[in-house]
């Protein structure tokens, strides 16, 4: 099963299957450690539709919910 | 000459390193893009004097993504000699995705050494590296340091001339995928580096605190709040048992040169005029009276604890996490929350505030925000000035004038969003680590900031000052008062005088506030008069960056938006007030 890290509850962790965009943006991603088979952890949502704080290896990161809907988990 | 340059991922010490091996200060922060130019310095090694050079943080160094052509440019056979050498400053507590730039930096055949920085931070995050084996396997120098420290040092100035490129890794056949590179850089990593159960430090839980919303938000504004009380406690009290006393003990010589120098124009120059015969530090407007007093006395003690307050949330690495919790305000002005970085610097000074807004990504987003910081951040300098001069009409004057600041802040981020054209890119920003602020980068930092202020701010200030007593002597201003006089005194409500300080603010807005004071003006009259000086225009300094950073098609614009914009909002303080 999958889905993307906006559906992740907060202080949970998934392993990433799928970042749905182009090569740029994957190589984007990939600059901050964000990449297939990478786990992260979703450390918080901030409100009225704004950014996602996400933890991989020792990095904390603040991502767009766009881009964070990219971002496909397995569960 | 022999270059060294410096690169590296964003926020992983490079500035620190620069600063260390060439002796020269520079501002060192913990966020990501605190520098934003190349810095050059010198050193002696092996009695051979060498070029530093601190380049931009960068992630990779693919072409196409504007922040990082700085390095890629430095880099290129038509600038990099045979005999320059690269330091590739790393984080050693995220090895792995800083290693995808060495791998970039080690295809290309490049001379290096590797410094694995912030080496103290590995031991209590339970991260180890085997840095032997890793030297190995890279097939270049690798040296474990940690420049905030300076530990580890002496042995990298030691190493730098073993300095090589990489047998195993240069690449001048074909290029390397990004898939390949990480595959490479994962197998390394499994090989020199073991993670273990680590203990979260007290600081650490107070990360996830300070970013959770419903935590996160009265943390940043407890924080805040705090900032202007200790800014505000420590200014005073420098004025009222430092400066204030110094200038009182200097007058009964101010006095004697009064007297000795009659009613000559030099007397006008140096003193200034008598305010019922005795000089009045702030209305005197000479050289050594208002000319050195509202700069030390009155100016200096606020910039000084502003920078004090700054440095510390900049060294503890607030700043990202408070850009995270505005982010959604921001984007609502086609900004995102980086953008509190311009705002905060502006607040100190203008000018490194302009200089920031690099690191926004976009042409419409820096637009937006050096536009909105010219119009609506007054400087410390000025705020002081402000404050020390609506405080006596009460609280409410304060607030009408900022909150008009910030109306007009939100109207014109509205506006400006959806009338620019161009985009505004998504959040993706890296939140440093709390860090323990240390007090020897913290001091070094607000003394270059106040040495700036003193050096820069007060030979304006007296240029200011001549230029008013030329400026009344010579009838320039009474002429430029009555062409003026339709819009200052119909439109706005203000004697015509108060052009004077309007001219004078093109030069130090300080000084022009200071200037309302011999006028008399209704509370109404100088609260519309200071919000148009904040407003109107920015210093000339200011000016010189906005117009190097933005160019001239879009300075124009700028321009134009300020003068249209303070009008408008001068014309309706005078009808509501």
């Not at chain 1, 990478?38 to 991989?56: H, L, N």
């Not at chain 2, 273990?196 to 805040?224: C, Q």
């Not at chain 2, 637009?367 to 001069?389: D, E, K, S």
């Not at chain 2, 240390?438 to 304006?460: C, E, G, N, Q, V």
Request: charged fraction near 20%; aromatic fraction near 8%; glycine fraction near 6%.
């Amino acid at each position: 099963m999958s889905k993307s890290i906006l559906e992740m509850e907060p202080e949970s962790s998934a392993k990433i299957i799928e970042l749905d965009g182009s090569e740029e943006f994957k190589r984007k991603l990939a600059t901050l450690n964000i990449r297939i088979g990478k786990t992260i952890k979703k450390i918080a949502m901030q409100p009225f539709r704004g950014p996602i704080i996400i933890e991989v290896d020792a990095t904390k990161v603040t991502i767009g919910r766009g881009i964070a809907s990219k971002i496909i988990v397995e569960y | 000459m022999k270059k060294i340059l410096l690169i590296g991922n964003p926020n992983v010490g490079k500035s620190t390193f620069f600063s260390r091996l060439t002796g020269v200060d520079v501002v060192i922060s913990n966020y990501p893009g605190t520098t934003v130019e190349l810095k050059k310095g010198k050193m002696i090694l092996d009695s051979q004097t060498v070029e530093i050079i601190d380049v931009p943080g960068n992630y990779s160094l693919d072409a196409g993504c504007k922040a990082e052509e700085v390095a890629v440019d430095i880099i290129s056979k038509k600038v990099f000699n045979d005999d320059d050498i690269i330091i590739n400053v790393i984080d050693s507590t995220n090895l792995e995705r800083n290693l995808f730039l060495t791998f970039q930096l080690l295809e290309k055949g490049l001379p290096m050494i590797i410094a694995l920085n912030f080496w103290n931070e590995t031991r209590h995050k339970g991260i180890k590296i085997d840095v032997d084996r890793l030297e190995k396997l890279l097939d270049i120098p690798v040296v474990p340091t940690t420049a905030l420290t300076g530990e580890g040092f002496k042995e990298l100035v030691y190493r730098i001339k073993e300095a090589k490129a990489s047998k195993d890794y240069s690449a001048d056949k074909k290029p390397i995928s990004n898939d390949k590179r990480w595959s490479q850089i994962g197998a390394i990593i499994k090989n020199v580096q073991k993670l273990h159960s680590k203990k979260h430090r007290w600081y650490e839980r107070l990360e996830d605190i300070s970013i959770k919303p419903r935590t996160g938000i009265p943390f940043a504004a407890a924080v805040l709040l705090l900032c202007f009380f200790a800014i505000r406690l420590i200014g005073e009290n420098l004025i009222r048992y430092v400066f204030d006393p110094l200038f009182n003990l200097a007058l009964p010589l101010l006095n004697s040169i009064s007297s000795f120098s009659g009613n000559s124009f030099l007397h006008s120059i140096i003193i200034g005029n008598l305010v019922d015969g005795k000089i009045d530090f702030i209305q005197s407007m000479g050289f050594i009276t208002t000319g050195l007093y509202v700069p030390i006395a009155m100016v200096l003690p606020y910039v000084f604890a502003f920078y004090l307050v700054l440095g510390f949330l900049e060294d503890v690495g607030f700043l990202p996490r408070l850009a995270t919790l505005v982010d959604t305000i921001m984007h609502r002005f086609g900004l995102h929350g980086l953008a509190v970085i311009p705002m905060l610097l502006g607040l100190g000074c203008n000018v490194p505030g302009a200089m920031s807004t690099r690191v926004l990504e976009t042409k419409k987003q820096r637009f937006i925000a050096a536009t909105i910081m010219a119009i609506c951040v007054p400087c410390m300098a000025q705020m002081a000035m402000i404050y020390g001069l609506l405080a006596k009409y009460g609280v409410s004057a304060l607030i009408i004038l900022f909150l008009t600041l910030l109306i007009i802040a939100i109207i014109l981020g509205l506006a400006m969003h959806r009338l620019i054209k161009g985009v505004t890119p998504e959040t993706f920003m890296e939140i440093p680590p709390y860090r323990m602020p240390m007090f020897k980068s913290l001091t070094k930092k607000l003394w270059m900031r106040t040495k700036y202020f003193i050096t820069d701010a007060i030979p304006y200030m007296l240029l200011g000052v001549f230029i008013v007593n030329i400026l009344y002597f010579t009838g320039i201003i009474e002429f430029i008062g009555n062409i003026a006089a339709p819009v200052v005194v119909k439109l706005l409500g203000l004697p015509k005088e108060a052009v004077a300080s309007l001219i004078i603010g093109f030069l130090r807005k300080d000084i022009a506030v200071g200037m309302l004071i011999p006028l008399g003006l209704t509370m109404k009259q100088m609260i519309i008069a200071c919000t148009i000086l904040v407003m109107y225009f920015p210093c000339i300094a200011t000016f010189a960056v906005m117009l190097k950073e933005l160019g001239i098609k879009d300075m124009i614009k700028s321009t134009a938006i300020m003068v249209v914009v303070t009008l408008i909002t001068g014309w309706i303080l005078n009808m509501i007030l």
